[in-house]
């Protein structure tokens, strides 16, 4: 239901677009990623997951903002 959401609106999921980036050939992958309230570390755990299960290597991980502003600014390199 929320990749339905989310095609519609034109942002695609983190994995989706990590997977998109790493067969363009991009060496860095940089994503917003605003956890859903009550879920945080389990969505956010999941996200960093799915986008090194594809080969990506988390470089950096910063967290901005407060209540449901909150969010984190992740980096992710392509190996060496």
Sequence with gaps: MLKKLLK???IPPIDEAAGDAWKA???VFIRKFYP?????DVDLAKAIQNVTAIGWALASTQFEGDGLQRHA??????PQ
């Design 8 to 10: 519609k609106i034109s």
């Design 25 to 27: 050939g991009d060496t």
């Design 36 to 40: 859903r309230p009550g879920g945080q």
């Design 73 to 78: 600014n992740l980096v992710f390199t392509r």
